[in-house]
Every structure is written in structure tokens, then in C-alpha cells.
T-cell receptor, first 112, second 113 residues
């Protein structure tokens, strides 16, 4: 069935480290892909999206490239800051059911 | 500014009691959603709606009902609350065809004793 797999449940880094959070999806069709971020005490918020193969989405220094061949949309940032500590959700839009399929989230802890 | 608001923000209920969580959106989106969030499970879809008068079952609908009386309002109803329904609940709007980004409210923290 349709699903999103985020490999890392928790990631701990120091400031200025490079970040990669892995995301793979299983979907019928050609869905739009998303990253959402959730800061403590808040609801998830849209970070960016990509809707076609090889398209790069980006925001606030984070980026991910839609790879239809490997069904992946890995999140990367070159230099993380303590303020990036949050939960990150990978997701795709199910065009058949008009709903978003979310991964289980990756909790990023950035130490000063 | 377009927004999704939820009330109450915090709720303590007793087992067997009725709980209603309310959501209002000013985004003029057709679709609205209710999720619960628990450690280790991420966001799980309970019910959603394509527009006023419609409700659809999500992935974990058991023990919950939903009501969409208008474009702006979407309620989640726990007729007989149980401790297993202790969680944080999020409402979202969006996810329409042509507007697939979802916009979330701030959440309601529910404790069922």
C-alpha cells in the first residue's frame, strides 16, 4: 500500500554539522512530495514541496530532490543550527483519496 | 491572515464522558482533516472531509465521529472517551486538488482519566 518510510527516528548533531534525513515513498502514480517541520508545542508547518522528477525543493537552507527512480526525497542541510531542532515529516499527496500520507517523523536534536 | 484555530487547547475528560474538539479555518479550503499524534506513531489520520456535510473515515476512525456543518468548521467527537484516546489532536485544512499543501492548527492536548 501507499506509505512513507523515514529511516531515522532520531538524529543528534552538533551545530554546523551536515544533515541528511532519509525518506522513501511507495505510491501509485506520480505524487507531489513534501517536507513538513514541527517545532515544540506547535502544529506541523509546510517546509517545501516538489512535484516532478529531478525537481529540487528548498526553504530555510533545507533542500530535497525528487528522485522517481529511487522513490526518494531525502532532506539535507549543509550546516544545522540549534534552532533547527524539531520533528521533520516527509509526506506525499495521494491524488486518489485527496489526503496526505505522512512518514512517522524524524526528531532532530542539534546541540550547541 | 489565513489560519486554522482549534478549541479547546487543553482538555481533561473522564472515562465514558463525551468530548467535542472544534476546528475553524479561514483558508476557504474544501478539505479538512483530524489527526492524532502519539510518540512512536507520528501523525495518524482519524477523519477527513471534502466539504460541508461530508465526512470520511481515515486510518484510525474507531471511537471517533466527525461533523462538518460548514466550510469553516470541522468537529471531532468522542462519544465515550477512553484513556487510550489521551493524545494531541491536530486539525488541518487544504489537501485539495490544486492546493495540496496542508495547514495545521496548534493542536489540542486531551487527557482522559
Amino acid at each position: 500500500g501507499d506509505s512513507v518510510t523515514q529511516t531515522e527516528g532520531q538524529v543528534a548533531l552538533s551545530e554546523e554539522d551536515f544533515l541528511t534525513i532519509h525518506c522513501n515513498y511507495s505510491a501509485s502514480g506520480y505524487p507531489a512530495l513534501f517536507w513538513y517541520v514541527q517545532y515544540p508545542g506547535e502544529g506541523p508547518q509546510f517546509l517545501f514541496r516538489a512535484s516532478r522528477d529531478k525537481e529540487k525543493g528548498s526553504s530555510r537552507g533545507f533542500e530535497a530532490t525528487y528522485d522517481k527512480g529511487t522513490t526518494s526525497f531525502h532532506l539535507r542541510k549543509a550546516s544545522v543550527q540549534e534552532s533547527d531542532s524539531a520533528v521533520y515529516y516527509c509526506a506525499f499527496y495521494d491524488t486518489n483519496a485527496y489526503k496526505v500520507i505522512f512518514g512517522k517523523g524524524t526528531h532532530l536534536h542539534v546541540l550547541p | 491572515e489565513a489560519a486554522v484555530t482549534q478549541s479547546p487547547r487543553n482538555k481533561v475528560a473522564v472515562t465514558g464522558g463525551k468530548v467535542t474538539l472544534s476546528c475553524n479555518q479561514t483558508n476557504n479550503h474544501n478539505n479538512m482533516y483530524w489527526y492524532r499524534q502519539d510518540t512512536g506513531h507520528g501523525l495518524r489520520l482519524i477523519h477527513y472531509s471534502y466539504g460541508a456535510g461530508s465526512t470520511e473515515k481515515g486510518d484510525i476512525p474507531d471511537g471517533y465521529k466527525a461533523s462538518r456543518p460548514s466550510q469553516e468548521n470541522f468537529s471531532l467527537i468522542l462519544e465515550l472517551a477512553t484513556p487510550s484516546q489521551t493524545s494531541v489532536y491536530f486539525c488541518a485544512s487544504g489537501g485539495d486538488w490544486g492546493q495540496d499543501t496542508q495547514y495545521f492548527g496548534p493542536g489540542t492536548r486531551l487527557l482522559v482519566l
